[in-house]
Structure formats: C-alpha cells, structure tokens
C-alpha cells in the first residue's frame, strides 16, 4: 500500500530544510489545537457555542481562516451547531454523517466543508478519526501529499466526500504504521507525527511546482518549510488557541 523508499526519501529531503526538533515543536503545536477544539466542542459546551467561538475556530482551519463571516451567512450560527453536534455525537457511520455535514454548508466549497468536517473529528478526537484536507488528496485536482506515498495502484476516489474520508482515513492508517520504517514517527508516535509528515511532503511538492512554473522573485517570497507547514496546519499563530 505505501512507498516506503519515497517515504523515506522525502523525510529526508524534508530533514534537508528543517531540524526534527523543529518537526517535534510542530506535532507539540497541534496538540495545543486538538485541546483548544476539545475544549469548545465538548459534548457539554457545543450546543452553547457563541458566534465568536465558532470564528475563532474557523481562524484556526486553514481554508476557512478567512472566510468565517461568509461561511456563517451561508450557515448561521443556531444551523452551524447543531451540524458540528451531529458530525461528532451524532447516531451512524461516519461516511453518512461527513457528508451530511458538507451536504448542510450549502453554497460553500465542497474542498472547504470537507477540510472543515475533516479538522473538527481529528482535533476533537485524534484517536479515533484523522485528518483530511485538501493537501493530503483533492479529489477535484487529483493531486495531494498522500499519491505520492501509496503506492500507484490505491485509489482515492469515491462517488460521495462520505466515502472519500474513508478511504483516506485507510491510506492514512497504512502511512501511519509504516513511521518506523520511513523516519518520521519520530516527530511524533500519535498521528499529529504523521500529519506533520503528510503536511511537509505536500509543501516539498509545491516547492518543485513553483519551481518549474514560477518566476524566481515569486519563490524567494515562498514561506520555508516549517512556517509553509505551520500555516497550511493552522497553528502559526498560537495566541489564538488561548483562552
């Protein structure tokens, strides 16, 4: 299922460009998010969220950083709770309620809904459910941090988001358990090790593409790895993960 050989070769060119301290001090900031979301998303607090709670969690999501006021016009804030309620306590599979969650932002970019639904289960529960955005695989673009590690033969695509989350929620597993192997989990044993790594494997992709397409005044304005990590993650700037 994975390439172990380019797993370990794009750690590697990772290593290149940031020090594995600087990897660890990554995986240690989305555990500071996974508590900041733990904490307003409680099954007691949720139904109770305010409008300003809702944004700050909407800041902290790279593709709804800035987008939260248009995103609560489409979605007003009674609507918005109660689907973040029943993506994360609701009653049947996982597949039906991811979808019924991106199905409810109507108007809103189906990559947007999906990053959204995607980041509100990791970081409210990291063990049980994983992150996809639209760098680890866009279904619309076909490209993505996770093609490049699985072998060529897995397919990412499916008819609904629902189905989408779990088959790459099955890539993700098998990336996972394969850390050792390819070096990474020592950033960090818990999946934030392997979101890091997916994360740094798509910015050394884009790095290659503006590369090739871009001018070179453009590159020099690039952010370097670990802040492009750092930002496509959510967690640059940590003040607003406190109380």
């Not at 996982?94 to 809103?108: M, P, S, T």
């Not at 499916?158 to 099955?170: H, T």
């Not at 818990?190 to 090739?212: A, H, K, N, Q």
Request: charged share 25%.
């Amino acid at each position: 299922m994975v390439d172990t050989d380019s797993a370990k070769e794009f750690m590697q060119e990772v290593l290149g460009r940031v020090s594995a301290e600087e990897l660890i001090a990554i995986a240690e900031r989305l555990e500071v998010k996974s508590r900041f979301f733990q904490k307003l998303l409680s099954r007691e607090h949720i139904g109770e969220l305010q409008e300003e709670e809702i944004l700050k969690l909407l800041r902290s999501v790279f593709s709804t950083r800035r987008s939260g006021k248009k995103i609560l016009e489409a979605c007003p804030v009674e609507v918005l709770r109660i689907s973040m309620e029943t993506l994360l306590y609701g009653d049947g599979p996982i597949e039906i309620r991811f979808q019924a969650f991106c199905d409810g932002l109507a108007g809103i970019d189906s990559r947007v809904s999906s990053d959204l639904a995607g980041e509100l289960l990791h970081y409210t529960f990291p063990n049980q459910y994983w992150l996809w955005c639209r760098w680890m695989w866009d279904p619309k673009l076909k490209t993505g941090a996770l093609p490049l590690v699985v072998m060529e033969g897995y397919d990412l695509e499916a008819p609904s988001l629902g189905e989408v989350y779990l088959k790459v929620g099955k890539a993700i597993a098998f990336v996972h358990h394969t850390g050792e192997a390819a070096g990474f989990q020592k950033i960090s044993r818990s999946l934030y090790g392997t979101d890091v790594f997916l994360c740094s494997v798509y910015v050394i992709y884009t790095y290659t593409v503006l590369r090739m397409r871009m001018t070179q005044e453009f590159n020099k304005v690039v952010p370097e790895l670990a802040e492009f990590t750092r930002r496509l993650l959510g967690i640059n700037k940590m003040e607003e993960f406190e109380n």
